[in-house]
């Protein structure tokens, strides 16, 4: 079975202070990873995933496969960055036409 | 290009009675997965459909329907509502042999009353 953890419901930090949205999952074989993100009042989109070892709109995350996470960091955060944040797995590397597992989500507050 | 259409936004039905969720993927998408939303949590898969054929089903009763037309279109049906089904319906379309994410539409809010 597979499962995503986001052990935060909320996370509130101040404009300029670093920001880290935890995420655990759960699967015994070879999974890919993303964050997406659904800002107030749009539909969900993809803000990264691991294959591409981008950083996109100053956010980054890294697999470590031995404590099986991929948090989401960003150094200075921005109040444009207020969202809901959901962790998601698919169990099958290479291919988008597989079934996605979400988190429960993360809800960011930044404060001016 | 409108990315992912779902209609109606939003709909309200009575315990008992049957629903039908539309969606029309992205241009150049050939694959639609439906999930559903319900408040507080993370969306759940219920399944996707690929070439007209249900292609993977989630942990959801067979109450839980879907078709794919042949301009990859798809519908997803549920009959005998029950209070719990009240959710946001999340259609998100891929391209089942590239390797790009998956992109989501608006949703449909369902009220069961």
């Known amino acids: 079975a597979q499962r995503v953890t986001q052990p935060e419901k909320l996370l509130s930090v101040f404009k300029g202070a670093p920001v880290e949205l935890k995420c655990n999952y759960s699967y015994s074989g070879s999974p890919e990873l993303f964050w997406y993100v659904q800002y107030s009042r749009q539909r969900l989109q993809l803000l990264l995933r691991h294959i591409s070892r981008e950083s996109i709109k100053g956010f980054t995350a890294d697999l470590n496969k031995g404590e099986t996470s991929f948090h989401l960091k960003k150094p200075f955060a921005q109040e444009e960055d207020s969202a809901m944040y959901y962790c998601?797995?698919?169990?099958?590397?290479?291919?988008?036409?597989?079934?996605?597992?979400f988190g429960k989500g993360t809800l960011l507050t930044v404060n001016p | 290009d409108a990315g992912v259409t779902q209609s109606p936004t939003h709909l309200i039905k009575t315990r008992g009675q049957q629903v039908t969720l539309r969606c029309s993927p992205k241009s150049g998408h050939d694959t639609v997965s439906w999930y559903q939303q319900a408040l507080g949590q993370g969306p759940q898969f219920i399944f996707q459909?690929?070439?007209?054929?249900?292609?993977q089903r989630g942990n959801f009763p067979d109450r839980f329907s879907g078709h794919q037309f042949p301009n990859y279109s798809s519908e997803l049906n549920v009959n005998a509502l029950l209070l719990g089904d009240s959710a946001l319906y999340l259609c998100?379309?891929?391209?089942?042999?590239?390797?790009?994410?998956?992109?989501f539409g608006d949703g449909t809010r369902l009220s069961i009353l």
């Open positions: 998601a797995l698919i169990g099958k590397s290479g291919g988008s036409n597989y079934k996605l597992t």
């Open positions: 459909y690929y070439e007209e054929e249900e292609r």
């Open positions: 998100a379309s891929s391209s089942f042999f590239s390797n790009q994410p998956q992109h």
